[in-house]
């Protein structure tokens, strides 16, 4: 798998460079006689594609399509051979994270809370303060709001020691080393924090089926891609045989919350 881009404006290098990078890895593995999959996609919800459908004057559907299609130009021209390429506005997709949502809130795993924090836009995420340098998120060069809303939240803290123990023994391989290192200084340093999975002021996201007041956080959507990417349902007793991915090409400013 490439990440699944965001479509808050054009392709650019970084993309072709993660993709190229798959697309080579693909090939190899298929002139061995393996049996390959190769999952790219698109990321298309939450409050920055919302402001910047805005900005142009569009619906945020309309906006979506037009940049997933220059995402998708891009990979003809550079003759990337994909297997499934999933948009996390297709309704097969929708359907399978309201699944996901009713599943996990049965379970007692999601709860209905505040979360508060210090949020940054550009990352369509809350930020520690050791993340930011002078105040500002580093990715972005820009202040952080503070933001506290009704949310519902993902219970994380019962899982901390068992992921640390899967880092630690390659089960969830990390590469290149610095990088685990990173990840486990961090699982390490303070108790993970339950997380927000919900926003209930961005309208631009998919409606929880238990309170459609709020939508699905847009990294939770965008997560569950790379099953629905293989034809997943939802359905937590059936995981498709492909899962899970044996190579997850990502860029290292996103490292953190994917291995979280």
């Known amino acids: 798998t490439t990440p699944v881009y965001y479509v808050n404006a054009k392709p650019h290098i970084g993309h072709a460079y993660t993709s190229v990078a798959g697309d080579a890895l693909a090939r190899f593995h298929k002139s061995q006689g393996d049996e390959v999959f190769f999952l790219m996609g698109t990321d298309e919800h939450g409050l920055k594609i919302q402001k910047k459908a805005e900005e142009a004057g569009k619906e945020p559907q309309i ?5 997933a299609g220059e995402f998708k130009s891009l990979w003809d021209k550079l003759n990337i051979k994909y297997d499934s390429f999933i948009r996390t506005t297709d309704p097969k997709h ?3 994270v309201q699944k996901v949502l009713q ?4 379970k007692g795993v999601i709860y209905r809370g505040f979360y508060e924090g210090l949020y940054c836009v550009g990352c369509e995420q809350f930020k520690n303060e050791n993340d930011l340098v002078d105040g500002k998120c580093p990715d972005h060069d820009t202040d952080c709001e503070i933001v506290k809303e009704e949310s519902y939240l993902l219970k994380m803290g019962d899982l901390q020691e068992d992921l640390i123990k899967k880092i630690e023994n390659d089960e969830f391989k990390i590469r ?6 990173e990840i486990l200084s961090f699982l390490k340093s303070q108790p993970l924090k339950d997380v927000s999975i919900s926003r209930k002021n961005v309208k631009w996201g998919i409606p929880l089926p238990y309170d459609p007041e709020h939508t699905t956080y847009v990294w939770f959507d ?6 629905t990417g ?14 899970p991915a044996d190579v997850q ?3 290292k ?6 291995a979280t």
């Open 63 to 67: 906006y979506a399509d037009e940049i």
């Open 94 to 96: 929708k359907a399978a």
């Open 103 to 106: 599943t996990l809130l049965d």
């Open 176 to 181: 290149p080393e610095k990088y685990k290192k």
């Open 222 to 227: 965008a997560f569950l891609s790379y099953l």
């Open 230 to 243: 293989i034809g997943w349902n939802g359905d937590i007793n059936n995981i498709p045989d492909e899962w």
């Open 249 to 251: 090409l990502i860029g």
């Open 253 to 258: 400013d996103i490292l953190r919350v994917h």
